[in-house]
T-cell receptor, first 115, second 116 residues
Framework: AQSVAQPEDQVNVAEGNPLTVKCTYSVSGNPYLFWYVQYPNRGLQFLLKYITGDNLVKGSYGFEAEFNKSQTSFHLKKPSALVSDSALYFCAVRDSGAGSYQLTFGKGTKLSVIP | NAGVMQNPRHLVRRRGQEARLRCSPMKGHSHVYWYRQLPEEGLKFMVYLQKENIIDESGMPKERFSAEFPKEGPSILRIQQVVRGDSAAYFC??????????????FGPGTRLTVL
């Protein structure tokens, strides 16, 4: 079984400061990891993914994430937060094993960037 | 290239009625996924379909729920005899049929179902 934990329900950060949204995962095989962002009453927008290769993945809107296999983590980061980054962020995992197509999502972390 | 389209965006049903949710994948995508999001929860996988085939329905409730993706037309998620617990946001996602199974899924705006 695969699972995702986002330990923080909410993260508050001042505009211009660096932000981190935490994610840890559990899969039986090798993970495919994703970050999505959801704005109010909207669908999810893809930010970035880790499949293989470089542990630091760069994505949309200046976001990046670091895959750490030993800690089974995939934290989302941004060097300088914007007020417009305020949204709900979801981490998701898929087991790379054959036939594993479903994404398992964390419960989400609400990011509030304070002007 | 239009994104994933879902309709209706909002659907109100009384207990016992049927709900039909439609999803048109992105152009060129032949893989469709349905997820359900309950309040204060993450998305939960329901079903994965390709054209005319259900590939994985391990997340679908055993009764009242069904899904299809016909050769022509949108994918349909059908909920019969709705109950209040079915109230949720239902999201559809699609991905392309290229080699490699690590493609990200592109999500629609969702259908918010309210059961009175």
């Amino acid at each position: 079984a695969q699972s995702v934990a986002q330990p923080e329900d909410q993260v508050n950060v001042a505009e211009g400061n660096p932000l981190t949204v935490k994610c840890t995962y559990s899969v039986s095989g090798n993970p495919y990891l994703f970050w999505y962002v959801q704005y109010p009453n909207r669908g999810l927008q893809f930010l970035l993914k880790y499949i293989t290769g470089d542990n630091l993945v760069k994505g949309s809107y200046g976001f990046e994430a670091e895959f750490n296999k030993s800690q089974t983590s995939f934290h989302l980061k941004k060097p300088s937060a914007l007020v417009s980054d305020s949204a709900l962020y979801f981490c998701a995992v898929r087991d790379s094993g054959a036939g594993s197509y479903q994404l398992t999502f964390g419960k989400g972390t609400k990011l509030s960037v304070i002007p | 290239n239009a994104g994933v389209m879902q309709n209706p965006r909002h659907l109100v049903r009384r207990r016992g009625q049927e709900a039909r949710l439609r999803c048109s994948p992105m152009k060129g995508h032949s893989h469709v996924y349905w997820y359900r999001q309950l309040p204060e929860e993450g998305l939960k996988f329901m079903v994965y379909l390709q054209k005319e085939n259900i590939i994985d329905e391990s997340g679908m409730p055993k009764e009242r729920f069904s899904a299809e993706f016909p050769k022509e037309g949108p994918s349909i998620l059908r909920i019969q005899q709705v109950v209040r617990g079915d109230s949720a946001a239902y999201f559809c996602a699609s991905s392309p049929p290229v080699a490699g199974d690590h493609n990200e899924q592109f999500f629609g705006p969702g259908t918010r179902l309210t059961v009175l």
